[in-house]
């Protein structure tokens, strides 16, 4: 199977940690992810503002990157959720602005895109990763996100996934099904609100009493640890990928 | 004279406004939350049953749009020869008209009313007040926002936003010029609250001659209309009046009764938290001897017409104002419903409103952005309205109404400028090295460190402060990603 990494524009350029943690931890579980240089972005932050036309040569380009595969996966349920609910939309756009007519059936021939979770329980069929080597000895609280939950129904992978990493001791989040406020560009065109919503998650957790929050998108990671950052509360966001990818090597050389 | 939502801001104004509301967060975050529960445990008892219920909700309300003519046509014929008249409004104006000539026909300077989102809609009392007519609100919650002069904020507890001191305070100042004063030794317990607005209440259920209301459903089969309610007052009005008013949207139309039945089980749990409401009339033209023996029912466009006629948009004419989108919408929740503008609000009135109205007023324009995208709305809507889906439809038309601005906004010109780096990951390369070599001298500058020890950026000024003002960014890292797997061969040369 010839699975592709789409490590997102956010990992990419803000955090390439979690892209080099979900290559890690891909290799430990036999899986030689390649990584397509000509990928961009899913195109999910002009879909969702409402630049339609602008999204159509974003997804040319990811159409461009990703089409021969078997499957793509990604550390992320939200860019997951675009790839699969949204494309067929610019695809439309792109027939109808004239801009790229063949762009909607170049989508369509695409592999399924697979949110980490997913891949890993669905495809690989891995439920217990402390059997692989896991291993974070740090008590952790976890942030069901958005679209992972709701748009993708991920269910009970995260949570199953975490339970099995050796030392890991996961704390229940309250109100955790609850929004943090990120939206995208939400963030800062409704920023007082996206504020408020980030406030109320920031408090949640800090009432877990974990250290370390966990979520499966970098986007709402950012943002709710931004909040908690700014607060001084001593909790720190870390992606799913980064915890699951941690061994007793990576416990030792930290 | 009540106050309109004419000349409200845009949301994130008016939203920043109601978020340093304390009492107003203080008491939504309690109210929601208690509906929320309420609902969430119906559903659960539902179990399996639910998801199917939601969609033959769904199809009934669909199936009735995709051949509305032929059931509006097929109500008409049988509210007529049921004995009511039956008016048809283009418009707010056309159909408070239409009430307004009634009322005089009859004499009247008031009218009783049976809480109704769409006379709220058109204005009507504000119409009628200017004309000589008090409408009264019967409806617990509507008559607190008369008394006050203030504005809804919920679909269904339009007074959501005041507590009991607050409604015992309001009931002291305002009953007596709007007729039997409450009681001196008025407390703020329910009961006694409830109780003080009953006394009131009454006078004007005996002496009012005409009702108006609006309809939940109107089953086009036998010309019936139906309203579903919690306090009864709604069934004093309908059944004490000689005359009746009913201004009805033109979606309200269900073509059988047998289609009502799982609507009827949706919208309670959805609505109130309950299996069941308290209250529902039906009445079906008139009846001698028995009820209003003068019945009018207008049925009202106001842009549903233009609604349906947008492919994606459509869907929001199944809704059922249950307002179960606007208790678990965590926007909602923290700006409560003035923010949005209308007597719609949440995330059904954020696709509504523009969907009735079109593109260009900045305030409307403001609606389809009020949200997070969660997607919380479309999980609890009991005709499956998918909210979200819509917003984005709704965005889109908003950026494309302005593509041939002389002058494009700040916001398009950068989301050309991204698509444009997004477009080619060679520019996309250059563009993460550009913001790496910035990110080490911004992280130096400001001095920040994020939990775990990452350098932040601090305070941004300009549009960054949108992000900064209130939150930490991490500096760029000096490599990407892409830039880290061209230079190690995907991790395969340095180990790193």
Known sequence: MRVALLVTCVNDAMFPEVGKATVRLLRRLGVDVAFPEAQTCCGQPMVNTGYLDEAVPVVRAFAAAFAGYDAVVTPSGSCAGSARHQHGLVGRRGAENGSDPGLADDVAALPPTYELTEFLVDVLGVSDLGEHGAYFPHTVTYHPTCHSLRMLGVGDRPRGLLESVRGLRLRELPAAEQCCGFGGTFAVKNAEVSVAMGSDKARHVRATGAEVLVAGDSSCLMHIGGVLSRQRSGVRAVHLAEILASTEADAESA | ?496
């Open chain 2, 1 to 496: 004279m009540s106050r309109t939502f004419v000349g409200m801001p845009p949301f994130p104004t008016a939203a920043r406004e109601a978020l340093a509301d304390t009492q107003l967060r203080h008491n939504l975050a309690h109210a929601t939350g208690v509906i929320r529960a309420k609902r969430a445990a119906l559903v659960e008892e539902q179990g399996e049953v639910w998801e199917p219920l939601r969609l033959a909700g769904a199809a009934v309300k669909q199936r009735a749009l995709d051949d509305l003519a032929t059931h509006l046509l097929t109500l008409e014929e049988q509210l007529t020869s049921a004995g009511a008249t039956v008016h048809w409004a283009r418009d707010a104006a056309e159909a408070s008209q239409v009430v307004l000539d009634v009322a005089r026909a009859h004499d009247v300077d008031e009218v009783v009313k049976v809480k109704s989102m769409v006379t709220a809609e058109i204005g009507l009392n504000e119409h009628l007040e200017a004309h000589g007519v008090a409408a009264w609100e019967t409806d617990l919650a509507e008559l607190i926002v008369q008394l006050a002069g203030d504005l809804p904020s919920h679909i269904l507890v339009p007074a959501i936003h005041r507590n009991r001191a607050e409604v015992r305070e309001i009931f002291l100042r305002e009953m007596a010029s709007a007729g039997r004063p409450a009681p001196a030794d008025l407390t703020d317990e329910p009961a006694v609250l409830a109780a003080a607005a009953r006394e009131h209440l009454r006078e004007k259920f005996l002496r009012a001659k005409v009702g108006v209301s609006g309809a939940n459903f109107a089953i086009a089969e036998t010309g019936s209309l139906v309203v579903v309610e919690s306090e009864g007052n709604g069934r004093m009005c309908l059944t004490l009046p000689e005359v009746l008013v009913s201004v009805v949207g033109i979606e309200k139309v269900v073509p059988t009764w047998a289609e009502l039945d799982p609507l009827m089980r949706l919208l309670p749990r959805s609505s109130t938290g309950e299996r069941m409401n308290p209250y529902t009339s039906v009445w079906s033209g008139v009846r001698e001897g028995d009820g209003p023996q003068e019945v009018h029912v207008v049925l009202l466009d106001n842009g549903r017409t233009r609604a349906l006629a947008d492919q994606v948009g459509r869907q929001a004419l199944r809704c059922i104002r249950c307002s179960a989108c606007l208790n678990v919408c965590p926007v909602y929740e923290r700006t409560g419903g003035h923010a949005y503008g209308s007597v719609y609000p949440g995330p059904i009135g954020a696709i509504l409103n523009p969907l009735l109205h079109g593109q260009g007023d900045p305030q409307t324009d403001s609606l389809p952005y009020a949200s997070s995208l969660c997607g919380a709305c479309f999980e609890a809507c009991p005709v499956r309205i998918d909210i979200p889906e819509v917003l984005v439809h709704l965005r889109t038309q908003v950026v494309d109404a302005h593509r041939s601005d002389r002058v494009p906004k700040a916001e398009a010109a950068a989301m050309r400028a991204t698509a444009w780096a997004f477009s080619d990951a060679s520019r996309l390369g250059l563009v993460e090295r550009a913001a790496g070599l910035s990110g080490r001298v911004l992280g130096r500058l400001t001095r920040s460190t994020l939990p775990g020890g990452r350098a932040a950026l601090g305070r941004l000024p300009g549009p960054g402060a949108a992000w900064t003002t209130a939150r930490d960014l991490p500096a760029p890292p000096p490599e990407s990603f892409r830039a880290w797997w061209a230079r190690t061969d995907g991790g395969r040369e340095d180990g790193s």
